[in-house]
């Protein structure tokens, strides 16, 4: 399980407000991706990175940013402006590429009230 | 881009009987095919994961097959256990141009019968 850690497990805040998710890795890891958990929606894809200081959009980017100032971190704010913000959030990383097995974090849980 | 289908979104068996799962992909150029195991409340965790330059895989109970041609690839899982209980995902990725990484698939929610 070690590798890719999340923090916190649990995140609470009030609507309105910009909450920022860490996530770190140790593996050496090129890329560093950022999903969305819903209930029957599958893995969705926010943001990832192939390297250090440059990141794309995913499929639902909107109302999210990230930053990748170092490899072993790739952080994802929550903005205000993301309408349906209480889910599961998971970040993920591998060897640069589409072939390689991605390593997930425990996950954040957010709720937004 | 790619596109994975995954069908069932829910399968209930009963234990020791097997289980299949079915995804298809829409991008001819993809060439890795890995299965996620996720328990309720945990990260997904790669279970198995095949290459388009084989056609079968196997490790204990599980298998994975997959069909270049049709653009369909399966993981079916012989004698299944109370602990196989969980949510699968598929994914299809590429070599060489994969910059977003892998497609997943929807999931499956896999019931085991006691």
């Known amino acids: 399980d070690g590798g890719i850690t999340q923090s916190p497990k649990y995140l609470f805040r009030k609507e309105g407000q910009n909450v920022t998710l860490s996530c770190e890795q140790n593996?050496?890891?090129?890329?560093m991706y950022w999903y969305r958990q819903d209930p029957g929606q599958g893995l969705r894809l926010i943001y990832y990175?192939?390297?250090?200081?440059?990141?794309q959009k995913g499929d639902i980017a909107e109302g999210y940013s990230v930053s990748r100032e170092k490899k072993e971190s790739f952080p994802l704010t929550v903005t205000s402006a993301q309408k349906n913000p209480t889910a599961f959030y998971l970040c993920a990383s591998s060897a640069a590429g589409g072939d390689y097995e991605q390593y997930f974090g425990p996950g954040t849980r957010l709720t937004v009230t | 881009g790619e596109n994975v289908e995954q069908h069932p979104s829910t399968l209930s068996v009963q234990e020791g009987d097997s289980a299949v799962i079915k995804c298809t992909y829409s991008d001819s150029a993809s060439n890795y095919f890995p299965w996620y195991k996720q328990e309720l409340g945990k990260r997904p965790q790669l279970i198995i994961d095949?290459?388009?330059?084989?056609g079968e895989k196997k490790d204990q109970r599980i298998a994975v097959t997959l069909n270049k041609t049709a653009k369909h690839f399966s993981l079916h899982i012989t004698e299944t256990q109370p602990e196989d209980s969980a949510v699968y995902f598929c994914?299809?990725?590429?070599?060489?141009?994969?910059?977003?990484?892998?497609?997943f698939g929807k999931g499956t929610h896999l019931i085991i019968q006691p």
């Open positions: 593996l050496n890891h090129d890329a």
């Open positions: 095949i290459r388009s330059n084989v």
């Open positions: 990175s192939q390297i250090v200081n440059d990141f």
């Open positions: 994914a299809a990725g590429y070599s060489g141009g994969g910059a977003d990484g892998l497609t």
